[in-house]
């Protein structure tokens, strides 16, 4: 499977933005997906991950009750809706896909999209 993230930017803190990511190939329903970001000289870290069907999901303390992520397996497509953000969001954010299905942990993820440059100014 391919991705192809999208919608970062330059926004205020308290603003926000709507990531999409975008799957090639007609089994998208089978993948596990997830949102991780990378700042600089940071590791990288879980933001949310979402469930084959979109049942289950799980945030990174760090952004819970600010951030949802969802899915559409019509469309192919993976969503992070971030609000309220804070300048601590400033990161890569990557998003993956995981053929075993339903994981928190990034490197049961086989399958990242390019990146998008999420920057929160104060």
């Known amino acids: 499977v391919q991705l192809q993230a999208s919608g970062g930017g330059l926004v205020q803190a308290g603003g926000s933005l709507r990531l999409s990511c975008a799957a090639s190939?007609?089994?998208?329903?089978?993948?596990?997906m997830g949102w991780f970001r990378q700042a600089p000289g940071k590791e990288r870290e879980i933001v949310a991950v979402i469930s084959e069907s979109g049942g289950t999901t799980y945030y990174g303390d760090s952004v819970k009750g600010r951030f949802t992520i969802s899915r559409d397996n019509a469309k192919n497509t993976v969503y992070l809706q971030m609000n309220s953000l804070k300048p601590e969001d400033t990161a890569v954010y990557y998003c993956?896909?995981?053929?075993?299905?339903?994981?928190?942990?990034?490197?049961?993820?086989?399958?990242w999209g390019q990146g998008t440059q999420v920057t929160v100014s104060s």
């Open positions: 190939g007609r089994t998208f329903s089978s993948y596990g």
């Open positions: 993956a896909a995981s053929s075993s299905g339903y994981s928190r942990n990034w490197w049961n993820y086989g399958y």
